[in-house]
């Protein structure tokens, strides 16, 4: 059985850090790009971040670019979502997705699995 499991989410203040890990089992994905998305009470899922296979390529939506870095290390399976300079609209529950393609991607279609999100809440 595949899973997606996050970590590291919490409640910060505005202009602290964050670090989330997804650790993947039941599959390899050091042949898929990953990603994070995230998702705010009453709005729709959005793109945050991406990650090619290798970790050569990412993405960023520009609400995050310049403080939010994603890494992977494939020996563990495990995807990490570093979170700097956190600003009260990042709050939201906060979703690792594995794509079907090799690069990753902006799109929820591309992403076949989903882990069942980890909270982070930044306060003022």
């Known amino acids: 059985q595949v899973q997606l499991v996050e970590s590291g989410g919490g409640l910060v203040q505005a202009g602290d850090s964050l670090r989330l890990s997804c650790a993947a089992s039941?599959?390899?994905?050091?042949?898929?790009?990953m990603g994070w998305f995230r998702q705010a009470p009453g709005k729709e899922r959005e793109f945050v971040a991406a990650?090619?296979?290798?970790?050569?390529?990412?993405y960023y939506a520009e609400s995050v670019k310049g403080r939010f870095t994603i890494s992977r290390d494939n020996a563990k399976n495990t995807v990490y979502l570093q979170m700097n300079s956190l600003k009260c609209e990042d709050t939201a529950v906060y979703y690792c997705?594995?794509?079907?393609?090799?690069?990753?991607?902006?799109?929820?279609?591309?992403?076949?699995?989903w882990g069942q999100g980890t909270q982070v809440t930044v306060s003022s």
């Open positions: 039941g599959r390899t994905f050091s042949t898929n790009g």
């Open positions: 990650i090619s296979w290798s970790g050569g390529s990412t």
């Open positions: 997705t594995a794509s079907r393609l090799m690069y990753g991607s902006d799109r929820v279609g591309s992403y076949d699995y």
